[in-house]
C-alpha cells in the first residue's frame, strides 16, 4: 500500500526521502501548481500520477495518455516521476519529450490518445512546477475533476493495476509544426519580432513563423531554465517592453511574444506599443467575423467591454458571452457553447472549428494576428487598434493573498458590491449599473467604466483589473475605490506591478 501523503516534511530527511509529500493549495481549480521541494517532493509527484491514472479508470476512459515537460532544470525529472506514478495505475504514457502545452494537447488527436498530463509551471517563478491534465479531448480538468483528483491522492485512494507501458514518440515537433505550417505562405511580406523570454517556445516558434513567410528578429528565443532576464510572460510590462525596445530597433510590422510554455501570446504594434491581449481579440473578432457573421465569442469578465459594445462586431451580429476566467473555464464554454472563439485577457485564446481544435495555442494565436495582417494589405497593427473605440485598461495587477485566505476576502468584496447596489450607494460618485458575479465581482458604473476583483487560480494571489471608455482619470478613479475595499483586509498584501 502506498504511503498517505503529507502536507509538509523537511527536507534534507529521512522522512522526505521515504515517503510522499503533497501540499493540499497545489490542486488548483483548473490544473495542479506547487513549489517543488518545498509543497511537493518527487514521491508526492509520484501519488499525483497514481492519482491520475486512477481517474482515468474511474471516469471510464481508455487508460493511455499524452505527456511532455517544460523547460525548466527539473521538470524532466519530475515528468518521469509522474511517469512511474502513471504506469503503476495501469496506464500507458506517450512521452513526446520537451513540448509546449499546446502540443501535448495537438498529440491527443495526432496520436489518437485520450488523456494528457504536461508538466509545466506556465509562466510562474522558477521553483514551481504544475500539472495541465484532462481526459477528454480537447478539454482540461475543471473544479470537480481537480477536487475529486486532490480526494483521491491526499488519502492515497489508489488503484495500482498492471497494463502500463512507456514509449518514447521520436520527432513529434515536426508533426506539430508540419501541422501548423501546412498551408499557404502570407502573401504579405511581414517582418516580426518573435519574443520567448527563454523559455520553450523558443525552440519551436521562430521556425514556424519563418515557414510562414515572415522575416523574424529573434528575442529571447535561447533556451534557458534560470529565466535570466524576465520571465516568460506576455502579460508582464518588463517583457513587453523588451518587445517594444525590440519592435521599435527592428523597423519590425509587429511584436509577438510568447509564455513559458506556450498557450499564449502578446502582442506589440509596429509603433512599439503593447496591446492588451483582450483588445487584440477584439480586432480578430471584427476580422473572423467578417468572415464568420453572427458568431458567438467567449469573453472573460477580465476583458474589455467593447465585445459587447463595439459598433462593427454589432454590425457583423457578434454575441459576446462574459464568462469565468481561467483556461479549463473558457475551453470548455467554447466547446459546449460552439462559440467560434474564445478570448481571455491573459492571452489564452481558443480557436474552434473550423480555425482550430478548441485548445489553446499561443502559435495558433500568433498565425490568427499574422492573418488579420494578411488580409488588410494597407492596415499596420496599430492602424487596426486605432480604429477600434478609445478605451483606457490597466493590465492585469495582482496583490498577494495567502491561498488559505484569497476565496474568503473575494466572498467578501462580492458581498460588499452587492450590499452597495442594493442600498443604492455610488461607486466613485456613480450608480452601479451592473454586477457580474459569476468568476469574483465585476462592477460597472453608469458610464461604463468598471472594475474586478476575483482570485488567482493558480498563484497566492487576488487578480484585478479596471476599465473606463471615458477617461483615463476614470479608469484610475475605479482602481482606487476597488483597492480602497481591498485596502479594508489585512491579509491583501502589494501588488505586483499596478497603473
Known sequence: MYPKPQPSLTPNTYAYESGPMVKATGFREYDARWLFEKEINLMGIQALGMGIGTMIHRMGKKPEIVTGHDFRGYSASIKMALVTGLMAAGVKVNDIGLALSPMAYFAQFALDVPCVAMVTASHNDNGWTGVKMGVNRPMTFGPDEMTKLKEIVLNADFELRDGGGYRFVENFPEVYIKDLTDRPKLTRKLKVVCACGNGTAGAFAPRVLRELGCEVVELDTELDHTFPKYNPNPEDLEMLHAMRDAVLASGADVGLGFDGDGDRCGVVDNHGEEIFADKVGVMLARDLSKLYPNSTFVVDVKSTGLFATDPELIKNGVKADYWKTGHSYMKRRVNESGALVGFEKSGHYFFNKPVGRGYDDGLVSAIAVLDMLDRSPDKSMADLKDALPK????????????????????????????????????????????????????????????????????????????????????MREMFHAVDAVLRTHPEVGAYNQTI
Open 391 to 474: 478605451t483606457w485598461s490597466s493590465p492585469t495587477m495582482s496583490p498577494h493573498c495567502a491561498d488559505e485566505a484569497k476565496y474568503g476576502i473575494v466572498e467578501q468584496v462580492v458581498k460588499h458590491f452587492e450590499d452597495a447596489k442594493a442600498k443604492g450607494e455610488p461607486v466613485t460618485g456613480q450608480p452601479i449599473r451592473d454586477l457580474v458575479t459569476v468568476n469574483g465581482v465585476r462592477v460597472t458604473t453608469e458610464d461604463g467604466s468598471w472594475g474586478l476583483v476575483r482570485a488567482s487560480s493558480n498563484k497566492p494571489e487576488l487578480v484585478v483589473v479596471v476599465e473606463s471608455p471615458v477617461s483615463e482619470a476614470r
